[in-house]
Structure formats: structure tokens, C-alpha cells
């Protein structure tokens, strides 16, 4: 079975930045719906980046100008580059594929319509 590899979490400085990354561990495996969820102790996995149709892509309102997801096909690997960190960024930040045959990847934030996840990676923003 396909799995979902993340990297690049840690630990940072309010104001700081970090870039997670989400490969898939095979070659055969295309999902064309991809995004990333966090979740933070105590509260629901929410969606953080993902791509609506092709390349284009949607934010949640709390970290849009701060972070923006991108992709390399031939690599097979999504990226989430997170600028102007707050705290209350702080959370496992989860990356997640599904396929869809028809139609866009919206709405991306919906966890239950995704069918692959990572395990996951910390990021840790103090002040």
C-alpha cells in the first residue's frame, strides 16, 4: 500500500519559518487531490492548504499570505511552506491524498473525503 511520507517539521520562533514535505513512497501512486490538516491538542483536525483543480489551490482564512502549498509532479511530493509563524500555529500537521475521477478537489478541507494520510509531523511555534 501507498504511504505518505512527511518531513520537515520542528521547532521555531514566532515570525519563523519552516517547509513541510509530503512524498509519496511509490511511484505508481498519482493522487491528484492532495492537502494538509493540523491538529492541535484538545481540538479537531482542520484544513490547513490544498489543491482545488490542476494547480490551483485554496487556503483555510487563518494562514492565508502566510503559507502557500505547491507540488512537483515528477517528484511525486507536495510542499507546505509556512511563513510569519504565530503560535497558534502550533499543532501535527497531517498531509492527505485521495483520487477523484470527475469533478475539482474542493472542497479540500473535508477530512473524511480523504483516503491516505501521513503520519504526521510536529511543528512547535514559541514566543
Known amino acids: 500500500q501507498a504511504q505518505l511520507v512527511e518531513s520537515g517539521g520542528g521547532s521555531v520562533q514566532v515570525g519563523g519559518s519552516l517547509r513541510l514535505s509530503c512524498a509519496a513512497s511509490e511511484d505508481t501512486y498519482n493522487p491528484n487531490c492532495m492537502g494538509w490538516f493540523r491538529q492541535a491538542p484538545g481540538k479537531e483536525r482542520e484544513g490547513v492548504a490544498g489543491?482545488?483543480?490542476?494547480?490551483?489551490?485554496a487556503y483555510a482564512d487563518s494562514v492565508k499570505g502566510r503559507f502557500t502549498i505547491s507540488r512537483d509532479s515528477a517528484q511525486n511530493t507536495i510542499y507546505l511552506q509556512m511563513d510569519s509563524l504565530k503560535p497558534e500555529d502550533t499543532a501535527m500537521y497531517y498531509c492527505?491524498?485521495?483520487?477523484?475521477?470527475?469533478?475539482?478537489?474542493?472542497?479540500?478541507?473535508?477530512?473524511?473525503?480523504?483516503?491516505?494520510w501521513g503520519q504526521g509531523t510536529q511543528v512547535t511555534v514559541s514566543s
Open positions: 492527505a491524498a485521495r483520487t477523484v475521477w470527475l469533478g475539482s478537489c474542493l472542497p479540500f478541507d473535508s477530512a473524511s473525503l480523504y483516503t491516505d
Open positions: 489543491f482545488s483543480a490542476g494547480n490551483s489551490t
